[in-house]
């Protein structure tokens, strides 16, 4: 059975950080694409980052050098360190595997992440 569990979710003040983790049981972890994705409220669910076991990432531009996506290959983990957050960055952070080759994606729950004084 396939599980992402993603932790590290809650309230954050504008300009401070947050680690979001994501433990993955139930596949093989190399293979996967890993990625986090966020839905605010209203809004339509979006790429934040993503990363390849190699180690090379992919990020959205509003995330750009505020976000660092990283992946522990031998603990099938993914993490988001999110800093210099802004209220905008208020939404459900979900972690993804993707193994696009034989169209495999499994999502978590998510967790929530929001920004606020």
């Known amino acids: 059975q396939v599980q992402l569990v993603e932790s590290g979710g809650g309230l954050v003040q504008p300009g401070g950080s947050r680690r979001l983790s994501c433990a993955a049981s139930?596949?093989?972890?190399?293979?996967?694409?890993m990625g986090w994705y966020r839905q605010a409220p209203g809004k339509q669910r979006e790429l934040v980052a993503d990363i390849i076991s190699g180690g090379s990432t992919n990020y959205a531009d509003s995330v750009k050098g505020r976000f660092t996506i990283s992946r522990d290959n031998a603990k099938n983990t993914v993490y988001l360190q999110m800093n210099s957050l802004k209220p905008e960055d208020t939404a459900v952070y979900y972690c993804n595997a993707q193994r696009r080759s034989v169209r495999l994606d499994y999502w978590g729950k998510g967790t929530l992440v929001t920004v606020s004084s």
């Open positions: 139930g596949i093989f972890f190399n293979l996967y694409v």
